[in-house]
């Protein structure tokens, strides 16, 4: 192909440079989400189109806002990607004081309550939820701190580290989203573990961890509601009533009533009839087990399965440390994430109000998961540059 | 590679991840295809509600198609309290709360009605009953809003009539776990469910099949809120045939009335203890004796059907079973047990006969008062006021109930056991049907009891310290021939005694139903007539026996028990052939009031029974009201109210 004229436009400088970022982009884990995102429009319709029509509203009303959700996304994506990784980390501090402010604003009277938990800034017909924010700033600047020393990770950074996410970890518990919170601790954990903290400070740190929930029990500081779904958790749903089991119950039930092969798509009657509540967004899954069998839930989490190992594999190749803790911290994060709400829409995890990556209705978790892909493209094709 | 290669670290990463989507695909393999088969199910029974459409039943029809029970449409707010109980605590207050608001009740009232025990936990409970539709479109509109609340329209029973004929035609109510058991649970193909409404007593639960008709469903698809989307299927509801019973509506009409009418004249009882007012009861029996059925049947005091429409109160049950205000609820027609006094006479008189110890024209000498022979102690007998009626033959006997007469019988009998046995008149009475249920066919009747010296002996060998003695006396045969001592008869035996004698000796097990229909009227099935046993009534028994029986009624020399209560009676055009008794049946020495007899006599068409509880003289009590029932079977006579007849007396 190297022929005579002189370079013309970006397609000849890719063309002759073999190691510019673009020739790099990593099409399998792009394709997974492209796809998991796709999925997400037609579950989404599915899960609220007959209630949207029941209350007299456009049934394509929410398929037309998370389409628009994406498109964000995919922009977002595209300018994170767009600018070198490493320049993230000179903002490292910056974005993580942004993400705490906008912590403290939440809580004050700036911000709004749903669903008991004060997590949202009205945006005119849009939510922001900057606990979403957080999670990226946190990885970044978690990533920035490990890289820039040796290994193993000395103690007094470890210290720093736990310091840096416990602050927004205990603004989001005050809102309370347990959720995110632990989102926020399966990142310090990924990040510190890759990072190469030593195995003793790993054990302590989860130790206090562990300690500082049991007493957060103990003196009554989580909600009735929480404590609910987590203790019914325990209880593995007999219950028959309407109380906090009756989601999770009907959870496994829309799921397994899917069978091999689903009971095809807009045919669930768990889905179309309302038994399970939350459907659109943390209990998403639901619809895609319900509607597409073992078969379409099966190809979903092989898909997550292969962004995962895209992500895991880009930190192996990155070019630097900063490159592989982030890709370690989106990690951590997305599986945490992603187990969590497979998980509690399946009975083997306790009911917290997380949203499934790419899937689940919402802006902001939508918004943050591009974004969080978009970092890991940009360390893996920037591998070799 | 050491420790802390970040190769190393990520191999851990790894491990960590491979494990959880290890564990997901595991889950989801146990969800969606070990045990898809049970969510399945699950999914299927969340989407629908089965809603049974009770079948109407069918109705309950007199002789000439008069409605005696129909429907009607009742719209009810029920609550089950299995659904309420799933509910957090508090939330059910506040459905009561809101519920009360809708049904203008107070949420206690609700509360309270809730509390019945007498419901299976699975039975909704009816709070609220016979609202406005509007109450019943409001419930349905804010269903969300109120769980375990159902708003239905029932098919329920209505009675155009009242209170009449309450014990013949029972009641109906919510089946009870007995029941369900007995007819092989809910899932049987007898169709009883939980909330089954089912015959209770009378013909609505001897007739239960015929009248049930055949349950609908309609299976509709509900969501979460168990708000119905729309209908999948629906069956409709079959309605139960209708039972045309053999009761005449106006003979009931007049049976009740003439009964209830004699009985408020008779309400002088207190008790002894306390000095409250007890009320007591009686009974009329009327049979058809040509087609083997019964006209009429009364009990006094009585009930109201309609109370059972929904589910009766405790107190209310308690106030139909208090003895002190005279169990309403018991059909004393079958179930009351009275010794028969003079109206016993019949039965020595056929047995004295059979035994060849009476000659209908042999006079005795009857001087008021009787020594028992063969006796040691307590060995003096008297007639009804010691009227001697110095010689009677069999015909004067009957009429003017000489009791001294049958005394004698009662003692030869004993005296010649040897060749006639210990129990002629024992024989006689089971001939007529004593000691038997008739077999009317209602669920319960009371066989009664008829005593002789093989069941004493039994009673005493059984029960030594509840008898003096096993053995039997001749005072016993003495006190048996005029309808005292260890005997006890209910009014439908006594009638049907009586419709017997009157036939010559076709004694019906009485049918209480001609056929059943369906609801075009189209036959399905004829109840035949029941003959119990064809009875062979003594030689030459029936002219003299037949002419003292109408003697009762019409002698004015001798005269006749019951001559005055029939006095200015159409003798000519209905003869009335009957017997007076007056007996005690309780410990109390207060005497019962009996009355027996059949007409028209030459052509006898019904047989009837009068049983006036404490009531006093049968001649001054009983008579008169069975000669005002049969004053309006006959048609010759205007009702008028019953009143006592003069110058009665015991016998």
Known sequence: ?385 | MTADSPRLRLGIVAVVAVSLFAALFARLWFLQVLTAGEHELAAERNQQRVVPLPAPRGRILDRDGEVLVANRASNVVLIDRAELNTLEDGEAEAVFARLGAIVDQPPSMLEAALADTTLGPFTPVPVAEDVDEEVLVEVRERQSELPGVQARQLAVRAYPHGTLAAHVLGYVGAINAEELDAAGGPDAPAGYRRASRIGKDGIERAFEDDLRGVDGEVVLEVDADNVPIRELSRREPVQGDDVVLSLDLEAQQAAEQSLAEGMVKTQRHRDPESGEPVIFGGSTVVLDVKEGTVAAMASWPTFNPADFIYEITPEQFAALTDPAQGTPFVNRALLGLYAPGSTWKLVTALAGMEAGLIDPLATINDPGVYTIPDCARGCGRQNAGRAAYKDVDLRRAITVSSDTYFYDLGARMWQQRERLGETPMQDMASLLGFGTKTGVGLPVEAAGRLASPAVRAAQYEANPDAFLSGDWFIGDNVNLAIGQGDVAVTPIQLANAYATFATGGTRYQPNLALRVQDQDGTLIREIEPRVGAQVELPAGARDPVLDGLIGATQSADPKGTAYNAFAGFPHEAYPVAGKTGTAQTGGDRRDDALFAAFAPAGDPRYAISVVMERAGFGSTWAAPVARSVLGSLSGLEEPEAVKPAAGGSRA
């Open chain 1, 1 to 385: 192909m190297q022929t005579t004229a002189a370079p013309r436009g970006l397609g000849a400088v890719l063309r002759r440079d073999p190691t510019a970022p673009w020739r790099h982009l990593d099409w399998p884990l792009l394709g997974a989400a492209l796809a998991i995102a796709t999925l997400s429009l037609l579950m989404v319709f599915s899960a609220t189109r007959t209630s949207l029509a029941e209350a007299g509203e456009d049934p394509y009303a929410q398929l037309k806002r998370q389409a628009a959700f994406l498109a964000l996304g995919l922009v977002v994506m595209a300018v994170v990607v767009a600018i070198d990784y490493r320049t993230y980390r000179d903002f490292a501090a910056m974005g993580y004081l942004t993400a705490v402010g906008l912590l403290v604003l939440v809580l004050t009277p700036l911000g709004t309550e749903v669903n008991a938990a004060q997590s949202w800034f009205q945006l005119g017909s849009f939510q922001l939820q900057p606990a979403e924010l957080a999670k990226l700033a946190v990885i970044v600047v978690l990533a920035a701190i490990c890289s820039s020393g040796r290994s193993p990770l000395a103690r007094q950074r470890l210290v720093v580290c736990t310091a840096i996410t416990g602050l927004p970890a205990v603004l989001v518990l005050l809102q309370p989203d347990m959720g995110s919170m632990l989102v926020l601790v399966a990142i310090l954990l990924g990040v510190l573990v890759v990072a190469g903290a030593r195995a003793r400070h790993l054990a302590a740190l989860v130790t206090i961890g562990v300690l500082a929930v049991v007493a957060m029990f103990h003196f009554d500081q989580v909600d009735d509601y929480q404590r609910e779904r987590l203790t019914d958790f325990a209880r593995s749903g007999k219950e028959t009533g309407r109380g906090s089991g009756f989601q999770g119950e009907q959870a496994e039930t829309a799921i397994g009533a899917g069978g091999l092969f689903g009971k095809g798509l807009y045919e669930g009657t768990q889905t179309k009839l309302g038994f399970v509540p939350e459907q659109q967004t943390d209990f998403i899954f639901t619809v895609v087990g319900e509607e597409l069998g073992f078969a379409g839930s099966a190809t979903l989490v092989v898909l997550y399965g292969v962004i995962i190992w895209r992500v895991w594999r880009t930190a192996l190749l990155a070019k630097d440390s900063f490159g592989t803790l982030v890709c370690a911290g989106v990690l951590a994060m997305l599986l945490f994430q992603v187990f969590e709400n497979l998980g509690m829409s399946m009975g083997i995890m306790p009911i917290t109000g997380l949203p499934l990556p790419l899937l689940s209705y919402g802006g902001s978790s939508m918004v943050t998961t591009c974004a969080a892909l978009g970092l890991v493209l940009n360390v893996h094709m920037r591998r070799f540059s």
